[in-house]
């Protein structure tokens, strides 16, 4: 006779669920593949930039045309007074010279490009005058793999979504079942509520395997991001966070009613993260007075230890403390909802 | 507490282990904005083995709390709860791997199958039966494949049924089982119903329908406003009322005779007048039918409506309460 084990059963369950849900599938998937390209590709490493600069037509005119236009990262024009004021006024170009004694530059500050365009101009004509400047430079130029935008993002979106994936396939989940009455059926039966919770944990971290593979694939195939961490170091940060969301997300889940309710809770806790946690842009730029608060967010923790393994190559013990706070945020709610749990 | 029974005073072990279920002086309050709400009031019940067993009664009688206390998934306000001479709060797992239950509106997962669902239930029990075999017996063998969110009502109600058949239990408790069910659904549940029955284990099942009580169960329990009212066979009730048909007929307006000539008509027992209708129950309708007629000609009162059927559990419930059973027949008034 077949023999029956309930965690497998159970397991086996959500696995057909989860994978017979277009929707679910994509959200956990697709939708992280498709942010990272988009993002990667909106940030990616751009020529230097190139200002557009008219020369009002005046005495003097020429000479100016001939000085800048030897330079490749300025397009350099020539019209009248007011074609040059319309022009400025519409942004086709970022600045005015106005050749004469002295040269004049008609330009808006507040513009980034004008301010640029202001102090390259400037640059060539004072040079071309018999500047000297007193200070020998030199320039070193950085645009190696590991410090640019897309190498900080793709982390970043890792973190995030393995806070997305276990929140929604653990709260949303359990909410639905008490919705439908399937948890008061449940709980009619002689199963246990351990086996219970650990299907469902143990189906979100089957579904947060591909997920890694998904995002961390993207970074080092298409962006060329570098791993300089240990893989397995990686994945056990990323199942320690999947498993702490999912205790956050039973906590939101364990008395809820409603899909409503459950998804409101869940994003007052996932929202903030999302802006403070440093998933897009750096947690550090928000007021020290936050830090201590945005330091100890479990989003924070997981997405600060991810960098540093995998683009500093930190081993796991010297993300110790980041580890320890994180499984703490996954034992507290669990313990809570454990005591909270509501099957009817 | 597995004792219990052989301690309870004179109840002798026989007694007890004839007994599924009892509960003494059941009491279940809910506060709600409406004020207290009282669902169960003193109720007590004693349940045979082998017995199908029914809980007849409008909605809102308490039938749905009475059975979640029994089923364990509700505490009771007070009273005693003894099932398979058990009390609920120890050894919980010992007894729920012997019940088997389906509750009103249980959906279950839209996109497992009906044999993944009938699998996982299975998985729950130490021992039971094969899930295609319990597949088999509620008859959904076509269906075994199907996505639940495929199927239809009916098809659900066998579903949840087999789930509850699933353990191989020895007491089934079954909530609402045929509710919103086309008839030939209703009628393939009786069958699955009889069977188990047959068997020699025990069910529990609330309704609202009269005909399915009187079918089904070879005890009913009449519920009201969260006591017991009438306690007995389906027969036994109907006979209680004293005559085994009913007469009902309408005259036209102001023409119907007065109750008391009515009652003095040769073999009725009981006279029920409504607004329109009147209802005369009788033991002979072959010598009560002349009578009337005889009566309404002699009166040149115009008889608008005339029908004689047997009394059913409905009567019995309109005799004690004054009310019909189910909500929808409750005329405005």
């Not at chain 1, 009613?257 to 809770?265: H, M, N, W």
């Not at chain 1, 967010?297 to 995998?310: K, M, S």
């Not at chain 2, 009147?278 to 309404?296: M, Q």
């Not at chain 2, 309109?318 to 189910?326: N, Q």
Request: net charge neutral.
């Amino acid at each position: 006779m077949k023999t029956y084990h309930p965690l497998r059963e159970l397991t086996l369950a959500r696995l057909r669920e989860f994978l017979r849900e277009p929707e679910a599938v994509f959200w956990t998937y697709g939708f992280p593949l498709m942010l990272a390209v988009g993002l990667g590709i909106a940030f990616r490493d751009r020529p230097v930039e190139i200002v557009h600069v008219d020369v009002q037509q005046t005495a003097g005119a020429a000479d100016v045309v001939a000085q800048l236009s030897s330079r490749n990262d300025l397009v350099v024009k020539t019209h009248g007074a007011a074609e040059c004021r319309e022009r400025l006024r519409l942004g086709t170009s970022s600045l005015v010279v106005v050749p004469g004694d002295p040269v004049t530059y008609v330009f808006d500050p507040s513009r980034p490009e004008s301010a640029l365009a202001r102090a390259r101009v400037d640059d060539i004509l004072q040079r071309a005058a018999g500047r000297q400047d007193p200070v020998r430079t030199a320039e070193a130029r950085v645009t190696e793999p590991g410090s640019r935008y897309i190498d900080f993002l793709i982390p970043g979106l890792l973190g995030m979504n393995l806070m997305g994936g276990s929140m929604w396939g653990v709260g949303f989940v359990i909410v639905d079942m008490r919705v439908k009455k399937l948890l008061k059926r449940l709980a009619a039966t002689p199963m246990t509520r351990a086996s219970f919770l650990w299907s469902l944990a143990g189906s979100r971290l089957l579904f947060m395997l591909p997920e890694l593979l998904v995002i961390m694939g993207t970074g080092v195939l298409l962006f060329g991001m570098p791993v300089r961490g240990n893989w397995l170091a990686i994945l056990t940060l990323a199942l320690l966070g999947a498993v702490s969301f999912a205790g956050l997300g039973m906590l939101a889940a364990c008395r809820a009613e409603r899909i409503e309710t459950v998804s409101g809770l869940m994003n007052v806790i996932m929202v903030p993260m999302w802006l403070l946690s440093g998933t897009f842009f750096s947690s550090e730029r928000f007021p020290d007075l936050l830090q201590p608060f945005i330091q100890a967010l479990p989003l924070t923790l997981l997405n600060h230890a991810l960098r540093a393994v995998i683009l500093e190559g930190a081993s796991l013990a010297s993300q110790g403390w980041r580890v320890l706070a994180l499984a703490g945020w996954g034992l507290v709610p669990f313990g809570l909802s454990l005591k909270w749990f509501r099957w009817n | 507490m597995a004792d219990d029974a052989s301690v309870a005073g004179s109840v002798t072990t026989a007694e007890a282990a004839a007994r599924a279920v009892r509960c003494t002086a059941l009491t279940k309050h809910y506060r709600s904005k409406a004020g207290p709400v009282h669902a169960v009031n003193g109720l007590d019940l004693e349940i045979r083995v082998g017995e199908c067993f029914g809980l007849l009664g409008p909605n809102g009688a308490g039938k749905t709390t009475t059975i979640e206390i029994l089923e364990g998934l509700l505490a009771p306000t007070s009273g005693d709860v003894e099932v398979l001479g058990r009390h609920w709060g120890s050894h919980d797992d010992d007894l729920r791997q012997r019940l088997g239950i389906s509750l009103q509106e249980t959906r279950f997962q839209d996109k497992l199958s009906v044999l993944e669902v009938l699998t996982l239930f299975r998985s729950f029990y130490r021992r039971g039966l094969e899930p295609a075999d319990v597949i088999a017996l509620v008859g959904l063998t076509e269906k075994a494949s199907a996505w639940v969110g495929k199927l239809s009502g009916g098809q659900r109600q066998r579903l949840a049924v087999a789930c509850a058949l699933v353990g191989d239990p020895e007491l089934l408790f079954l909530d609402e089982p045929t509710t919103g069910l086309d008839p030939q659904s209703r009628r393939q549940l009786w069958e699955v119903i009889r069977a188990f029955r047959r068997r020699g284990r025990t069910i529990v099942l609330t309704t609202h329908y009269m005909d399915e009580a009187e079918r089904l169960c070879d005890r009913v329990a009449i519920v009201d406003r969260g006591q017991v009212i009438a306690l007995g066979s389906p027969a036994g009730l109907i006979a209680s009322m004293g005559g085994a048909h009913v007469i009902e007929f309408a005259c036209a307006p102001g023409a119907a005779p007065a109750p008391a000539d009515l009652a003095a008509l040769p073999s009725v027992r009981d006279v029920v007048a409504g607004a329109g209708d009147t209802a005369l129950t009788v033991s002979e309708p072959h010598v009560a039918v002349p009578a009337l007629l005889g009566l309404l000609q002699a009166r040149r009162a115009e008889l608008l409506r005339l029908t004689t059927r047997h009394v059913s559990l409905e009567d019995v419930f309109m005799h004690l309460t004054g009310r019909h059973l189910r909500d929808e027949d409750v005329s405005p008034a």
